[in-house]
């Protein structure tokens, strides 16, 4: 059965530097997202991507995030210059249509120093 | 705006006990409703999910949830939960329109006594 693959599975940074983190959605999806959970904390969206372009994000997504599709299987999230509060788990989603299930890869646990 | 609210925190339950969660949501157009579960160390998977028809699902592992529109609720059940159910269940929802993010619930962390 297809997955949303996700790399690395753990990253350990020093606070002020910039970070990708990757993912590989499945591959006839169109919709792809990031959402991140805080230890103990919901999992919460940051944002949507549809036709190479965002279509929604929330306001923790801010000028320090961004993302990418650099090619036709990969989708990037950029954290700019990390923070000690963007210490979290990382999860991509990705579903064939908007509303639809979204299938959720393994997560990279995102560790700023 | 999409809010979904979980009502139990932490629920611990012995094994053969019977299980409901409670979620309900709050959203003015037509919703997905979803259930995922993520067991410890591992990611998020689908339990069930409801687009329409009948508002009985089953999902996995003896899962199953009922939509009550009225209620604006989409509760959890599991007529007997075992050791292994022991995990975070996270209610979510998703619409056809603003490109489909889902918004979850805080999550209930169900602790399963052998």
């Known amino acids: 059965e297809p997955e949303v693959t996700q790399t690395p599975s753990h990253q350990v940074t020093q606070m002020g530097q910039e970070v990708i983190l990757r993912c590989v959605p499945i591959?006839?999806?169109?919709?792809f997202y990031w959402y991140r959970q805080i230890l103990g904390q919901k999992v919460e969206f940051l944002v949507s991507?549809?036709?190479?372009?965002?279509?929604?994000k929330s306001e923790i997504f801010d000028d320090q995030f961004s993302v990418e599709r650099p090619d036709g299987s990969n989708f990037t999230l950029k954290i700019r210059s990390t923070k000690l509060e963007d210490s979290a788990m990382y999860f991509c989603?990705?579903?064939?249509?908007?509303?639809?299930?979204?299938?959720f890869g393994p997560g990279t646990r995102l560790t700023v120093l | 705006a999409q809010s979904v609210s979980q009502h139990n925190h932490h629920v611990i339950l012995s094994e053969a006990a019977s299980l409901e969660l409670g979620c309900n949501y709050s959203?003015?157009?037509?919703?997905?409703l979803f259930w995922y579960v993520q067991y410890p160390g591992q990611h998020l998977q689908l339990l069930l999910k409801?687009?329409?028809?009948?508002?009985l699902v089953k999902g996995i592992k003896g899962f199953e949830a009922e939509f009550i529109k009225s209620k604006f609720s989409f509760n959890l059940r599991k007529p007997s939960v075992q050791w292994s159910d022991t995990a975070e269940y996270f209610c979510a929802v998703n619409s056809n329109t603003n490109a489909g993010k889902s918004t979850f619930g805080d999550g209930t962390t169900l602790t399963v006594k052998p």
């Open positions: 991507f549809y036709n190479n372009e965002i279509s929604e």
């Open positions: 959203y003015g157009g037509t919703v997905n």
């Open positions: 591959s006839n999806h169109l919709y």
């Open positions: 989603a990705s579903s064939l249509l908007a509303g639809g299930t979204q299938y």
């Open positions: 409801y687009f329409s028809g009948d508002p």
